[in-house]
């Protein structure tokens, strides 16, 4: 697919250039031609004018707007030398010149040159006519400034380059069999028409940033060989009101010039909010009166019109209007989510033909490794090793570089220039080693693969790294009870060493915390609230991440029993990590000189170390 442009000319720039530097040029000479020129009396002070008056020995004087001219008196009566002075407001002057015998009169209002009058009747058009030029110039086109309500979207056609298509997109294979039909209106709309059949007006793409939602669209407009119209919708909202509609107008104008064709709006919640989000109607004129031009043009589709199909990629669909999300506008609504195992190996042998791989390279352990990892994600991961490979003066890319990238990417940059102190590095091993040895323990967990003292990103002074075994999609109590113990095993392992504790446990508290209230508020767990939800909102909680919606209105008596539930969840998950610690205290004490010697336990030795715990005892 290649991109079709509109030529720009050239001619206006240089016209405008010309007329800006010929009005330039006409002002100059209007400015200092006259003070080239002119040769006139030397000025002198007022008061010194004033002096000579009084001492009579001036003859006649000349009073201007700007200045003031006089000539002095001679012994032998002629002429004598003339001298100008800057005029102040003064009362007194025309009775002193009286009192002293001086002939004063006013000075005429100079008559304009022809130079001056042509410059005033010609400097102003020219200047005109030069900024006009300059903005058309700036505009891109021969229209100009007239092309603002013009459409701003590009125009991808089928040329000679290579073009995108469903075997450039993995990991969505659900949305790509749904698109595929799209494919199939587009090449042989008559075969669904003739029986009836209604060709989908729109089709909204729905999923979290970097799943390849555009991908999708240009890979359907690739397999249907049909011209593609991409914009943003951020690009049809200007300052001025009534930009964003004549835009759209124009946009499904051409559109249906060149059906069949494909028109592409990315980010559509820019313009498809809801018009009652803010609590009244009316809230943004602009993008209220785009919108509406939008819902208008999708239901404008004529019968000829009938194979211009309008995708469109968002990843809030619960601000989008309602208007917009009804049959016969986004018919459809197909999910582009986050890929599992299988879907993250093909998108890895996608980006990894780009790139030289070592012989060690295993792209499912490689899958296996990067659970919520979106398809931008791993294209990233696949540029970081070979960033890695090639900075360390190797021709391929090793099985060690994708680790540290995943690291990179997971927990940050190395912080090798952060000195810890004895003491400190030693807090920080025991801390992790508690995360690790209480999480290896733990029904359901994640398996622990390393343990590192080596600081990381912003503020992270050591982690322990668990990797899931297969995808997981639900969790039941006991293993989200688990998930606390594993994070409050660093703050239990400073208990039991150093008798206090530091710092350093304060984002485990939080995530801590957090998780124990979404299961009370959220998930149903707890035997004295039931099985009711107590959070406000329809957004969508994933396990274990984000933060939990607030609270909808609750009595006094519920908020407490909902902060002792979350209180007992966190405390018994505390009592359990210290229980776990306390009776394998040699091993934690084995595994933690370990690490303090080699800062960072992985792989095989890791695990041998953690077969040697003891079950806890009932």
């Not at 659970?371 to 190797?394: I, M, S």
Request: glycine content about 8%.
């Amino acid at each position: 697919m290649t991109i079709k442009e509109q030529p720009k000319p050239p001619r206006s720039r240089l016209i405008a250039n010309i007329l800006l530097a010929v009005s330039g040029l006409f002002l100059l000479l209007n400015l200092f031609l006259p003070s080239l020129f002119a040769s006139g009396p030397a000025g002198v002070p007022y008061s010194l004018f004033i002096h000579q008056v009084q001492e009579g020995e001036v003859s006649r004087v000349s009073v201007g707007q700007n200045q003031i001219r006089y000539q002095l008196k001679t012994e032998s009566g002629d002429p004598g030398p003339i001298f100008i002075t800057t005029p102040i407001f003064d009362l007194e002057l025309p009775k002193l010149l009286e009192s002293k015998g001086v002939e004063f009169a006013a000075t005429p209002p100079p008559k304009n040159s022809w130079f001056t009058t042509v410059l005033g009747w010609i400097v102003p058009p020219l200047i005109f006519i030069a900024i006009w030029q300059f903005f058309i110039a700036r505009g891109g086109g021969q229209q100009g400034v007239l092309s603002i309500g013009k459409s701003k979207a590009k125009v991808y056609v089928e040329g000679e380059s290579a073009k995108i298509t469903f075997a450039d997109v993995a990991g969505v294979e659900e949305a790509k069999t749904e698109l595929v039909e799209i494919v199939d209106f587009l090449k042989t709309p008559s075969r669904f028409t003739q029986i009836g059949a209604r060709i989908p007006k729109g089709v909204l793409l729905v999923g979290p940033p970097g799943t390849g939602k555009t991908l999708l669209a240009k890979a359907v407009a690739g397999e249907a060989g049909v011209p593609f119209f991409s914009i943003s919708g951020s690009e049809f909202v200007e300052l001025f009101v009534g930009v964003g509609s004549s835009r759209v107008r124009d946009l499904f104008e051409q559109a249906k010039k060149q059906a069949p064709c494909i028109v592409f709006i990315d980010e559509l919640d820019a313009i498809g909010k809801s018009r009652s989000s803010n609590g009244f109607y009316g809230g943004n004129d602009e993008r209220e009166q785009t919108l509406n031009q939008l819902l208008t043009e999708m239901d404008g589709f004529a019968a000829g019109d009938a194979t211009v199909i309008v995708l469109a990629a968002t990843n809030r669909p619960e601000t989008l209007d309602p208007a917009l999300l009804r049959p016969g506008r986004f018919d459809r609504q197909v999910l582009v989510d986050r890929p599992d195992l299988s879907g993250r190996e093909a998108i890895l042998k996608i980006h990894s033909q780009k790139v030289k791989l070592g012989e060690d390279v295993n792209l499912k352990a490689i899958a296996t490794r990067t659970p919520g990892f979106a398809g931008a994600d791993l294209a990233n991961l696949v540029n970081e090793a070979a960033l890695l490979a090639a900075r360390n003066q190797r021709q391929t890319i090793a099985q060690a570089d994708f680790a540290e990238a995943i690291e990179r990417i997971v927990a940050g940059l190395e912080k090798k220039s952060r000195v810890l102190s004895d003491t400190e590095k030693k807090i920080v091993a025991y801390h992790e080693v508690g995360h690790a040895m209480v999480g290896a323990s733990m029904p359901g967990s994640d398996r622990v693969e390393k343990i590192s003292i080596i600081p990381r990103g912003m503020a992270a002074l050591g982690y322990t790294l668990q990797l899931p075994t297969e995808d997981r999609f639900l969790m039941n109590e006991a293993e989200l009870r688990g998930q606390i113990a594993t994070l409050l095993g660093g703050r239990s392992a400073e208990e039991i060493v150093f008798g206090s504790i530091t710092t350093g446990a304060s984002n485990d508290l939080q995530r801590a915390t957090d998780l124990a209230e979404r299961m009370v508020t959220t998930y149903g767990m707890s035997k004295v609230l039931g099985p009711l939800a107590y959070q406000q909102g329809q957004q969508a909680m994933f396990l274990g991440n984000g933060a939990p919606n607030p609270r909808r209105m609750v009595s006094e008596d519920t908020a407490k029993a909902i902060d002792s539930e979350v209180k007992e969840i966190v405390e018994t998950a505390h009592a359990q990590a210290l229980e776990i610690l306390k009776q394998n205290r040699e091993l934690l004490e084995a595994i933690a000189t370990q690490l303090l010697e080699t800062e960072v336990i992985e792989g095989e030795k890791l695990h041998s170390f953690l077969k040697q715990m003891q079950s806890v005892t009932e």
